[in-house]
């Protein structure tokens, strides 16, 4: 019996406490992907080995943190009991004391990760439409004749960019656009300070600046009305906002970044000293080259001189004359034969005329356009005079058939009033009822008093009463 129960012993699977920690540690650490969790801080613990160990805290539990010194290094945290983190993490457990705990891989202020992502998303969406496109940023003018400022007329920054201006270049214009660097409607009144700078083009070139702030200070200069703006301007535009570590979306639009206000101003602004050098440089090149051409121009006429003594320009003259009097003289006498050759070829044209004159030819043409117009007339008179008998005989013969004739003669027509209906038979009517009867001259309006449908064989008339 003790046999079986020894060999039941040793067929047991038996955990140790270190070999059950450690399996859990490898199941937590395989099971699960790096998280992200967010909660409050406590019980803040700096060893002197540089570890940082801290619970996070929610309102119902707690959950141990370790951030090992090379993290702690790299994120250089600013930790305290009560601040709101977002860690990403990994879990584990710590054997020795078999507590679970979330090994810090990144961490950052509660928010700050939406507020990037925020960021994030829009440069995306802005970048996806080019508004940060290299190929849409201009070049800075070399010696512009004034420069804009978009700032507040009151803060650090004005300061500094006229105080670099006054340092490079006195001479150049400034033209301030005031608008408010922060604040809840400083994103607005920025892009339509930009927007009037556009519109108006009094400057040749933009300076949007502001000093340095916090995130939040500096968050006008990431909306996207202040983006779409100076994407939209027409005057090249300079964005020095906050320092060089800062980087908003203005930034990013701009056609050139500055890290500060002073280097915005640094970069449009010409140096006088440099140009002062540049302008002597100019005049000694201009000088010299001045110089130069005059003693070329000196030497060339010397020469031309040496020259002209040589050819002895008198005589070549005097040949000259010779020979264009010689060129007169046959010019003259060729101009005489032609002439004479044309006049003989004028008289020979002026005989073959008048032999072809068309004049007794015109005469006859007229005297048959005479004799066939007296034709015309005579023919058109005549049938002009058939055609009047034969319009004189169709008159009598239609005046024969008219009905007016007839009615002359004492005859009327009958017609039902007021349709004009033509009767014809007495049946057609009724007694009582009123009749139209058309005379030769004039009608008449009738009322049948009686009908009698038989013709009286000597009158031809039908019977009835009218008035």
Not at 20 to 36: C, D, T, Y
Not at 258 to 269: D, I, M, R, Y
Not at 321 to 329: A, F, I, N, Y
Not at 382 to 403: N, T
Request: hydrophobic fraction near 40%; glycine fraction near 8%; charge should be positive.
């Amino acid at each position: 019996m003790s046999t079986s129960a020894d060999r039941s012993l040793l067929q047991r699977d038996i955990y140790t406490v270190s070999r059950l920690n450690q399996a859990v540690r490898q199941l937590l650490e395989g099971g699960f992907p790096l998280l992200w969790v967010e909660g409050e801080v406590s019980n803040l613990s700096r060893p002197s080995s540089g570890h940082v160990y801290f619970s996070l805290k929610d309102g119902q539990a707690q959950v141990r943190c370790a951030l090992f010194r090379h993290r702690a290094l790299l994120l250089s945290p600013n930790l305290a009991n009560g601040r709101q983190l977002l860690v990403r993490a990994r879990i584990s457990l710590y054997e020795p004391r078999g507590d679970y705990q979330l090994q810090i891989e990144y961490l950052e202020e509660a928010g700050a990760g939406a507020r990037r992502l925020a960021w994030e998303q829009l440069r995306q969406h802005l970048a996806r439409e080019g508004l940060f496109d290299l190929a849409r940023k201009r070049p800075l003018p070399a010696l512009p004749r004034r420069i804009g400022v978009i700032t507040s007329p009151t803060g650090a920054a004005i300061r500094d960019v006229l105080s670099v201006l006054r340092r490079r270049f006195p001479a150049l214009p400034v033209l301030l656009y005031p608008a408010p660097v922060q604040g809840a409607d400083a994103g607005a009144r920025i892009a339509q300070a930009i927007g009037l700078a556009s519109q108006r083009q009094d400057c040749e070139v933009l300076l949007l600046v502001r000093g340095g702030g916090s995130v939040e200070d500096l968050a006008a200069f990431d909306e996207e009305s202040v983006v779409r703006a100076i994407a939209a301007c027409r005057i090249p535009l300079v964005s020095g906002v906050g320092h060089e570590i800062d980087l908003t979306l203005a930034d990013l639009a701009a056609d050139m970044r500055a890290p500060t206000p002073s280097a915005a101003a640094e970069l449009v602004s010409p140096d006088r000293l440099e140009w002062l050098q540049r302008f002597a440089r100019l005049e000694e090149r201009l000088t010299a080259a001045q110089r130069r051409r005059l003693q070329g121009g000196e030497q060339r006429l010397r020469l031309l001189a040496q020259r002209l003594l040589r050819q002895q320009p008198g005589r070549w003259l005097q040949d000259r004359g010779q020979r264009l009097d010689e060129l007169e003289q046959r010019l003259r006498r060729a101009q005489q034969v032609r002439q004479e050759r044309l006049q003989t070829r004028l008289e020979g044209l002026m005989a073959q005329l008048r032999l072809h004159a068309p004049l007794p030819r015109l005469e006859r043409l007229e005297e048959q356009r005479q004799a066939l117009e007296a034709r015309l007339k005579m023919a058109m008179r005549h049938y002009l005079e058939r055609q009047a008998q034969r319009l004189a005989r169709a008159g009598q013969a239609l005046h024969a058939l008219s009905p007016l004739q007839t009615l002359g003669r004492g005859y009327a027509i009958i017609r039902r009033y007021p349709q004009g209906e033509i009767i014809h038979r007495a049946d057609q009517v009724r007694i009582a009822e009123t009749v139209e009867a058309v005379l030769g001259e004039g009608r008449l309006l009738c009322r049948v008093e009686s009908l009698d449908s038989q013709l009286e064989p000597e009158t031809g008339w039908t019977t009835g009463n009218s008035y």
